[in-house]
């Protein structure tokens, strides 16, 4: 897929810029780089598109070294070491899911209930809108609810108790309540193998409702910080886990708490030409993309981290319009057509250009 990916971005890159423009978008449309990445016509002429394979490599971060010691984590590892911190800190805190108290399917909770008993680390029945709704009421009551919905595919049935519900108990009682301590976890993204059901990307569905936050990291340290930003905001958040990297990203993490925080975007290349705005795994597509525009076509590429899709980091992200290109990309990108209307990406540009 990596190639494939770089295939559709230089093609929208070329879009940005008409015919004839001068500079890296010259070299850009001449060096013809959507030609060869798909499958030659088939001999009785049908163009048939070979389907291509999900591929990235995990770029990890330097070892932080103003949070203390440090351990070698996988992203998983990041989440749990992030719960296991926050069920020891505030004895509130609790949670609960479907499959939770063995562990959960990606093992995030493995030993947390033996570790703190089973009336804070839970199973629930198999009823997403069931289980927003109980984190909802427990976090009006006063405790830390830390939700997980097992696969981000299956969030829908909670539609209603998130954007109906959870975003606006604060503004429909006038601030007299909230369910700001309410956090929900979910596995994010495609793995290459999960089918329509265990691969999609439903940030955009909420990333037009005012209310709450919704994050999503691209390595084990992101993980851990963002998600202890999320469980001590006064806000409630869904938190977005890139199940591909759950075992694919491995770096050192700090054994004890920190933050990450909120709605600030990190530049992780700086660049000249052209700006690429990622978030979770592709940003480390987007990364290789920024390499080989480099090695090849001489462009520079400054990348940017995300993190927080609402609210998003305008004062980052706008400062960049200096540059003559900028280009958005998301997950719904692994399959080179982006929704055509509604999509967060089309929102991130267009905002960014008033």
């Known amino acids: 897929m990596g190639m494939a990916a770089t295939a559709a971005t230089a093609g929208r890159l070329l879009r940005l810029r008409a015919a004839g423009t001068e500079g890296p978008w010259r070299r850009l449309r001449a ?30 971060d330097p070892e932080p070294l103003e949070y203390g010691q440090t351990q070698k984590m996988n992203l998983f590892q990041a989440v749990t070491s992030a719960l296991d911190n926050s069920l020891a800190k505030d004895p509130t805190a609790v949670i609960f899911g479907e499959d939770v108290a063995f562990g959960g399917v990606f093992r995030c909770t493995v030993g947390l209930r033996d570790k703190y008993g089973k009336d804070r680390v839970f199973n629930t029945p198999l009823c997403e809108q069931g289980i927003v709704g109980f984190g909802i009421g427990i976090a009006v009551a006063g405790a830390t609810a830390i939700a997980e919905i097992q696969f981000a595919d299956y969030i829908f049935p909670a539609f209603d108790q998130i954007v109906n519900e959870a975003a606006k108990y604060r503004y429909r009682s006038g601030d007299l309540f909230n369910c700001g301590s309410l956090t929900i976890r979910s596995p994010w993204g495609c793995v290459g193998h999960g089918a329509l059901y265990h691969s999609q990307s439903p940030e955009a569905f909420f990333a037009h409702c005012p209310g709450i936050k919704v994050v999503i990291p691209r390595s084990p340290f992101q993980a851990k910080g963002l998600l202890l930003s999320c469980i001590e905001d006064k806000n409630p958040c869904i938190f977005f886990e890139p199940k591909i990297l759950y075992r694919a990203a491995v770096e050192q993490v700090p054994i004890e708490p920190y933050n990450i925080p909120l709605s600030q975007a990190e530049v992780i290349q700086e660049g000249s030409d052209v700006t690429l705005v990622a978030w979770g795994t592709q940003v480390h597509v987007i990364r290789e993309v920024a390499s080989m525009a480099h090695e090849k076509l001489g462009v520079s590429c400054e990348v940017i981290d995300l993190r927080t899709i609402i609210p998003w980091d305008v004062d980052t992200v706008c400062k960049l319009l200096h540059h003559p290109g900028f ?3 998301d997950s719904t990108f692994q399959c080179q057509h982006p929704l055509p209307t509604g999509n967060f990406p089309t929102h991130l540009i267009l905002n960014s250009k008033l």
């Open 31 to 60: 060096a013809g780089l959507p030609r060869g990445f798909l499958q030659p016509a088939s001999a009785d002429g049908d163009a048939a598109q070979r389907r291509q394979v999900a591929h990235f490599t995990f770029q990890p």
């Open 327 to 329: 280009f958005s990309s």
